[in-house]
């Protein structure tokens, strides 16, 4: 295929794999992030098969459980009581779908990414490059930047998260609404993790309105906590805004104590909160030369566990679809096609399982209840 550059705009977890699936199938990419730095926030993400499949293929999968904490028992417990509910384990899980899942530091992840993607090309990322719009024509894209910058390639992929410039540049009039939801997070160092919650590993506790998940960090030295309430409205745009513990607290009084116990132990200025935001499935993810992958494409609330392991499947899926068309105008197409209805699936099978989440009457279905960690990005026909 007769293609000299890829773009992607956003340099977050997937833009960087997506880079990567791209130059380790001999494409020459450019990444452009509009933050002055690439770097990843410290938070906690869960990774579950499907996607270390792919981490397997872009040869990351094995550092990154070594710096990671493999989840030993998956604890659905009361809320109110914390007796356990169900549990599953590591082992379970292995058994079923051939890998553990992984409580994984996001900056571990994307640092892992990123020293992979300079090796193959130490000047390919660029920051301080916040995308505005863009030209294309039947040879390629032309982006244009903040402050009249602007670079040309054959094509070009928003990897730019949920409030993606590129995806309300190419559809105008659909814009993220907020969804109901508020999220606190925090990370708690393990000596100040309670004993019951500590020996548990990980804990989620579903109340009427209410989901709290905690997990392990690193080998067990962070506890990564998010919480998530309903609520009618919110007005703060970000995604890091600054909380307090009582804040915290108070939206899930009624918690059994060591789980309240855990909130109040945040260090303080630790905690952060935001309201989540969602749009609607697209009937189109591609126009002309320019795609989308990651919450660009599908923006998924977090009730799943599958927002990062959706953008990490699409990035293997858009290298291997280009490795293997004659054009990229074909390569898109297979792309859109493979990925697509997977992408749709999840994101409202994701939307689904908020609701049933804070509805005791109701009975979850985990992702791996609803067979998503079955999923091989690395042999799924593209």
Same mark, same amino acid.
């Given at each position: 295929m007769d293609v000299k550059q890829i773009a992607i705009i956003g340099a977050g977890i997937g833009g960087l794999a997506a880079a990567l699936a791209l130059?380790?199938? !001999?494409?020459? %990419?450019? %990444?452009? @992030?509009? *933050?002055? @730095?690439?770097? @990843?926030? !410290? *938070? !906690?993400? %869960?990774?579950? *098969?499907?996607?270390?499949?792919?981490?397997?293929?872009? !040869?990351v999968d094995e550092a990154l459980e070594a710096c990671s904490s493999t989840i030993a028992v998956f604890h659905t417990c009361h809320f109110a009581t914390g007796e356990v509910l169900r549990a599953v384990s590591s082992e379970d899980i292995r058994r079923k779908s051939g890998l553990a899942s992984l409580g994984v530091y996001r900056a571990d992840l994307h640092n892992l990414l990123m020293k992979s993607v300079l090796a193959q090309d130490p000047h390919c990322l660029h920051a301080h490059s916040e995308f505005v719009g863009l030209e294309q024509d039947g040879a390629g894209v032309t982006a244009r930047f903040a402050g009249g910058g602007t670079a040309r390639a054959d094509v070009l992929v928003g990897a730019d998260g949920n409030a993606s410039a590129v995806r309300t540049f190419l559809f105008p009039d659909e814009q993220p609404k907020f969804n109901g939801q508020i999220a606190f997070r925090a990370l708690i160092p393990e000596a100040l993790v309670p004993a019951s919650v500590r020996q548990r590993d990980s804990v989620m506790a579903a109340g009427p309105g209410r989901y709290l998940l905690c997990y392990p960090l690193r080998g067990g030295r962070i506890m990564n906590l998010v919480g998530l309430v309903q609520s009618d409205a919110w007005e703060e745009e970000g995604w890091a805004i600054p909380a307090t513990n009582d804040e915290f607290a108070r939206a899930f009084a009624g918690y059994e104590p060591d789980l309240l116990e855990l909130i109040r132990n945040i260090p303080a200025g630790d905690v952060f909160k935001w309201g989540l935001r969602d749009r609607e499935p697209l009937k189109q993810w591609t126009v002309g030369r320019v795609t989308m992958l990651g919450d660009a494409a599908h923006p998924m609330t977090p009730f799943l566990g599958q927002g990062a392991c959706m953008a990490i499947e699409d990035a293997l899926l858009l290298g291997r679809a280009f490795a293997i068309s004659a054009t990229p105008d074909e390569a898109l197409r297979r792309y859109e096609e493979a990925r697509r209805p997977r992408g749709t699936l999840v994101q409202l099978s994701s939307r689904e399982e908020g609701l049933t989440l804070q509805d005791p009457s109701k009975k979850r279905r985990t992702a791996q209840d609803r067979g998503l960690l079955d999923y091989d990005p690395a042999t799924v026909p593209v």
């Amino acid at each position: 295929m007769d293609v000299k550059q890829i773009a992607i705009i956003g340099a977050g977890i997937g833009g960087l794999a997506a880079a990567l699936a791209l130059q380790r199938r !001999g494409f020459r %990419v450019a %990444v452009y @992030e509009r *933050a002055k @730095e690439i770097r @990843e926030i !410290g *938070a !906690g993400v %869960v990774i579950t *098969a499907n996607a270390r499949r792919a981490l397997q293929d872009l !040869g990351v999968d094995e550092a990154l459980e070594a710096c990671s904490s493999t989840i030993a028992v998956f604890h659905t417990c009361h809320f109110a009581t914390g007796e356990v509910l169900r549990a599953v384990s590591s082992e379970d899980i292995r058994r079923k779908s051939g890998l553990a899942s992984l409580g994984v530091y996001r900056a571990d992840l994307h640092n892992l990414l990123m020293k992979s993607v300079l090796a193959q090309d130490p000047h390919c990322l660029h920051a301080h490059s916040e995308f505005v719009g863009l030209e294309q024509d039947g040879a390629g894209v032309t982006a244009r930047f903040a402050g009249g910058g602007t670079a040309r390639a054959d094509v070009l992929v928003g990897a730019d998260g949920n409030a993606s410039a590129v995806r309300t540049f190419l559809f105008p009039d659909e814009q993220p609404k907020f969804n109901g939801q508020i999220a606190f997070r925090a990370l708690i160092p393990e000596a100040l993790v309670p004993a019951s919650v500590r020996q548990r590993d990980s804990v989620m506790a579903a109340g009427p309105g209410r989901y709290l998940l905690c997990y392990p960090l690193r080998g067990g030295r962070i506890m990564n906590l998010v919480g998530l309430v309903q609520s009618d409205a919110w007005e703060e745009e970000g995604w890091a805004i600054p909380a307090t513990n009582d804040e915290f607290a108070r939206a899930f009084a009624g918690y059994e104590p060591d789980l309240l116990e855990l909130i109040r132990n945040i260090p303080a200025g630790d905690v952060f909160k935001w309201g989540l935001r969602d749009r609607e499935p697209l009937k189109q993810w591609t126009v002309g030369r320019v795609t989308m992958l990651g919450d660009a494409a599908h923006p998924m609330t977090p009730f799943l566990g599958q927002g990062a392991c959706m953008a990490i499947e699409d990035a293997l899926l858009l290298g291997r679809a280009f490795a293997i068309s004659a054009t990229p105008d074909e390569a898109l197409r297979r792309y859109e096609e493979a990925r697509r209805p997977r992408g749709t699936l999840v994101q409202l099978s994701s939307r689904e399982e908020g609701l049933t989440l804070q509805d005791p009457s109701k009975k979850r279905r985990t992702a791996q209840d609803r067979g998503l960690l079955d999923y091989d990005p690395a042999t799924v026909p593209v």
